[in-house]
């Protein structure tokens, strides 16, 4: 997960004091995530859409970290720039929680060869042999079975993606519009993939994604009175209708706006706040941070490793010719 900061820092040795962006990182998960019950490559292609499809994470992490660095009239315009700086730092967690799932599907989709055997490429069937039908080969080809910045057809993501128009209306207008879609890409993901650990990541995320939704509305309203909330839900599906993400609601998780620094973005109170659109439920902001879910152990994949084991002798004749 990261926190985004804004520090101020002086520097030991000189007589000017420097305003520095920083990133803090935590090596946790959003949310924990069961083992999947089976490799399952064909649900990883399609988990792939939530990561680097047009309405994926990292749309949404870049689409509001560059509206947040290129945020003009901040002070008066605080409250805003606060909020897309904030919802920028969560969606780091994101992309952390979606990459994740993709890896957990792709581990044992191929027979993993032995340590400490070298693999033979003639076996039959072939080591990879399982690979070939799945619907995205880089995954075994270009990576280590492992998720790439691509899209569910293996498209790469694309900074065209990116809107930051430099107006402010028209911006939050687009990220109401990318949360939506993003949201309808969820169910679409779900309805496809039965896995557990898929299923988990959505429900999670619609809640988190749906917490944007309502803040996009929000800030619409409150810049210019309309009442974006009577649009809500898009799609007309209810996230009480997926266990996965009901859990989440149940603890109240879709009113809750994280603040994701110790000292700044303190103005979004100015926007979430009020009742929820949909349920009437009072917005909160929460200055504590999740405290998130430990990463799975992951697995080497040997059958795409340099070879295992070296001989000390070769080592100690190149490190002779080195010195
Ligand atoms: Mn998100």
């Known amino acids: 997960m990261a926190q985004l900061l804004l520090k101020r820092f002086l520097l030991k040795r000189a007589t000017i004091t420097l305003r520095n962006k920083m990133i803090h990182r935590f ?31 990292l749309s949404t992490l870049m689409n509001y970290t560059f509206q947040s660095f290129n945020f003009r009239g901040r002070s008066k315009l605080r409250p805003f720039y606060d909020l897309i700086a904030n919802i920028a730092a969560e969606e780091y967690s994101h992309i952390e929680l979606v990459t994740t799932t993709i890896n957990l599907l792709l581990t044992g989709a191929t027979v993993r060869a032995d340590r400490n055997r070298p693999q033979d490429p003639t076996a039959d069937p072939a080591p990879l042999a399982n690979a070939i039908g799945a619907r995205n080969s880089y995954h075994f080809l270009a990576s280590g079975q492992t ?13 065209a993606n990116v809107f930051s128009s430099g107006n402010l209306k028209l911006d939050l207008l687009h990220n109401f ?4 879609g993003a949201r309808a890409n969820k169910i679409r993901v779900y309805e496809m993939v039965k896995d557990p650990t898929a299923r988990a990541m959505v429900g999670f995320l619609l809640v988190r994604g749906g917490v944007h939704i309502v803040a996009y509305a929000r800030a619409l309203e409150e810049l210019t009175g309309a009442d974006v909330g009577k649009l809500l839900p898009i799609p007309d599906v209810s996230n009480k209708l997926f266990p996965e993400a009901l859990k989440h609601e149940a603890k109240g998780i879709h009113r809750i706006m994280y603040r994701w620094s110790p000292d700044d973005y303190s103005e979004i109170t100015k926007i979430w706040k009020g009742p929820h659109p949909e349920d009437g439920g009072e917005l909160i902001v929460q200055d504590e941070i999740p405290v998130g879910a430990p990463w799975p152990e992951f697995e080497e994949e040997f059958q795409l490793s340099s070879p295992g084991g070296f001989d000390p002798e070769m080592l100690k004749e190149i490190a002779a010719k080195l010195s």
């Open 27 to 57: 090596d946790k998960l959003a949310t924990e995530l069961p083992i999947p019950e089976s490799p399952d490559p064909n649900a990883a292609a399609a988990v792939q859409e939530l990561l680097g499809g047009k309405c994926g994470e």
């Open 147 to 159: 998720a790439l910045p691509v899209d569910s057809m293996g498209n790469p993501w694309t900074g």
């Open 177 to 180: 519009f990318l949360e939506c």
